[in-house]
């Protein structure tokens, strides 16, 4: 019995010995099975030969918040522009013509880059359907609107990205964009050139031909040191202080003491009484007003709205003071039938029309405002301002931006289409990009 055991014992030991070999097999299998399928659903570092899952534009999240870095604010007829710390340019609102400068003619309501000036541009300028840039040597380029010239490229196609105007590669201080569909130079001589409609004599070079490239205004050669283009009519200030006008004077625009259809003027004229002591011009629609050296403000034209600051709705020919702007004025600024001040504290003050409220004082009326309110929430803190067709922006101190007033174009900037009587921030549209969780 003891040699049978003997005989049995290895033969149980082999078969014992080989089960385990099989089962550590198979559990060593599976352990590589498992190791394989974490390497592939694992999220982790080890998996850097697995590229990362597309993710589409349209499924990325969008923000809105304001817009930040900005060193001038410009607005239009029923767009908007900005010009960047680093010289770059955006745009928002209208874009009928290509006057957003990005490519194409889709309107927006927050901002869009402008094609080709990301750099390098030093002052933008803003008409009814076209914008202009001056950039730091001195050049000027435009786009948008060209029916008149206005882009003074020697054509009149309008253009969605930016142009040179012909002559204008350099030797320029200053532009400005008329709502008239015409634009203006100052040179670092001190002359004047201006181009595009010429149907009320805007041009000032003695006739009333548009001109799609630039040509010198009668008598300004040199001898002014800014000048600003309305709708029809257009104005500068000499080097001293003095103020000259020329264009269209239906209201007594020009300042001269006349006024109607048959009073305008294809060459400059004396504004009268601003012989000296004026620091800055502006011109719309068909009212203007002048900055004097003491910070006061001083206004003539039209005045169905109150847009001349006097405490009437009566035209005037001849210039009248804004009630109570006699010192404390920075700078200011003019819309279609509107107008605004840039205080020394920072406050902004505006009077005129108000159907959209472009007073930014929280009400809204056309009969308007003859005397300068406040700015709903703007007491300090701004910088510059400037005045569209029926809107109204304030560059902040901060280099933010904020605007009032008609939006049907999406020309505030806000992301929306309603008209606003008081500020809002203009926004920017930003693309937050992710990867999507991977499910385990």
């Known amino acids: 019995m003891s040699k049978v055991q003997f005989l049995l014992l290895p033969t149980q030991r082999t078969t014992h010995s080989n089960s385990q070999i099989v089962w550590s097999a198979i559990a060593l299998l599976g352990l590589l099975i498992g190791l394989a399928l974490w390497l592939v659903w694992s999220p982790s570092p ?22 930040n870095g900005i060193a001038q604010v410009a607005a239009g007829g029923l767009h908007t522009c900005a010009l960047t710390t680093a010289g770059g340019v955006k745009c928002w609102g209208n874009n009928s013509s290509g006057q957003l400068g990005d490519g194409s003619t889709t309107n927006t309501t927050t901002p869009v880059d402008v094609v080709g000036l990301g750099s390098a541009v030093t002052a933008i300028a803003i008409g009814n359907g076209h914008t202009c840039a001056l950039s730091i040597v001195g050049g000027v380029k435009c786009w948008g609107g060209n029916g008149y010239g206005q882009l003074g490229d020697g054509t009149m196609e309008s253009k969605n990205t930016p142009v040179d105007v012909v002559g204008l590669s350099s030797g320029v201080a200053a532009i400005d964009a008329g709502n008239g569909a015409y634009t203006c130079a100052l040179t670092t001589a001190g002359g004047v050139k201006c181009w595009g409609h010429n149907g009320s004599g805007q041009l000032g070079d003695g006739t009333m031909e548009s001109k799609n490239t630039p040509v010198d205004v009668v008598g300004l ?26 264009g269209r004077n239906n209201s007594g625009q020009l300042g001269d003491g006349t006024s109607g259809d048959g009073t305008s003027k294809t060459t400059p004229v004396d504004v009268v009484g601003l012989g000296s002591g004026m620091a800055a011009i502006v011109a719309n629609g068909d009212h203007t007003c002048a900055l004097t050296t003491a910070g006061g403000v001083k206004c003539w034209g039209n005045n169905g709205f109150g847009q001349l600051g006097d405490g009437t709705m009566e035209s005037k020919n001849t210039p009248v003071d804004v009630v109570g702007l006699g010192s404390d004025v920075t700078s200011i600024v003019a819309g279609v039938s509107h107008t605004c001040a840039l205080t020394t ?28 309110v406040d700015v ?14 029926h809107c109204t922006c304030a560059l902040t101190t901060t280099g933010g931006v904020k605007c009032w007033g008609n939006n049907n174009f999406g020309q505030l900037g806000d992301g929306t289409t309603a008209d606003r009587n008081t500020p809002v921030d203009v926004v920017q549209r930003i693309e937050y990009l992710f990867l999507p969780a991977v499910q385990r």
Do not use: E, F
Not at 223 to 245: D, E, P, Q, Y
Not at 345 to 372: E, F, H, M, R
């Open 376 to 389: 709903v929430g703007l007491g300090s803190g701004a910088a510059a301002t400037a005045a569209g067709y």
């Open 221 to 246: 050669s040199s001898g002014a040191t800014a000048i600003n283009a309305g709708s029809t009519h257009t104005c500068a200030l000499t080097m001293t202080g003095g103020v000259k006008c020329w």
């Open 46 to 67: 080890l998996r850097a030969d697995s590229p990362a899952r597309p993710v589409s534009a349209q499924s990325r999240p969008q923000a809105l918040i304001p817009l």
């Open 345 to 372: 504290g920072g406050g902004i003050k505006c009077w005129g029309a108000n159907g959209t409220g472009q007073l930014g004082d929280g009400t809204t009326g056309w009969d308007g405002k003859s005397t300068p």
